[in-house]
């Protein structure tokens, strides 16, 4: 099968890429990433893209006049690369309706919560403070809004008694290592149909 490729957008230590990478490399996803770009200098995202020789690109916010330049010198990166799919691995910038619209079903996020449930920013901590039982991860394709495009999957860990943003962060990073490359061979192998809100898994 000829690989797909896609590009990984991201913002700091990149577990999640390096899960990625980790699968391409024992042959478990026809899929390569051509292009990394970070948002910020020196991040270890950048580092294990070098190791797994992948093309490494910064594009920092503050060096652009606008968020529409910011955006433009991304998606010429992109495009340049010839990646099919943009791919959000803890990119912490929201991207524009213009940028997501560009991208229609296109680009797929990660999430650090059950959505619907805690979308945003500190999504570990809110599962924690709201005294939920389950929390967990989900895989979804990004629309215009906040972590609110059509589920691909998600998985689940217990909340348990005394858990802190920490360690339920950590237990939930473990699940998203293994979501993240799951929902990649699905789109890999076009096993993915969008149908309004719901995406369904061909067999």
């Given at each position: 099968m000829d690989k797909r490729k896609i590009g990984v957008?991201?913002?700091g230590r990149g577990s999640n890429l390096q899960a990625i990478i980790d699968c391409i490399s024992k042959g478990d996803i026809p899929l390569?990433?051509?292009a990394?770009?970070?948002?910020?200098?020196d991040v270890l995202a950048l580092e294990r893209a070098a190791?797994?020789?992948?093309?490494?690109?910064?594009?920092?916010?503050?060096?652009?006049?606008?968020?529409?330049?910011?955006?433009?010198k991304i998606n010429a990166i992109l495009i340049?690369?010839?990646?099919?799919?943009?791919?959000?691995?803890?990119?912490?910038?929201i991207l524009?309706?213009?940028?997501?619209?560009?991208?229609?079903?296109?680009i797929i996020n990660i999430h650090p919560a059950v959505l619907p449930s805690f979308p945003g920013l500190d999504a570990q901590k809110q599962a924690v403070n709201y005294g939920v039982k389950i929390s967990g991860c989900t895989v979804h394709f990004v629309d215009e809004g906040?972590?609110?495009?059509?589920?691909?999957?998600q998985k689940t860990v217990f909340v348990l008694d005394g858990d802190t943003e920490e360690t339920l962060a950590a237990r939930i990073l473990e699940q998203e290592h293994k979501a993240l490359p799951e929902a990649l061979k699905l789109w890999a192998e076009n096993k993915l149909i969008i149908e309004g809100r719901c995406v369904k898994i061909l067999a």
């Open positions: 957008l991201v913002s390569e990433i051509t990394v770009i970070s948002d910020k200098d190791k797994a020789k992948i093309a490494g690109f910064t594009v920092n916010r503050r060096e652009c006049s606008s968020k529409e330049e910011f955006e433009e340049k690369a010839g990646c099919e799919l943009v791919v959000l691995a803890g990119f912490m910038r524009s309706a213009a940028f997501v619209n560009r991208w229609q079903n296109r906040t972590d609110s495009g059509p589920i691909i999957l």
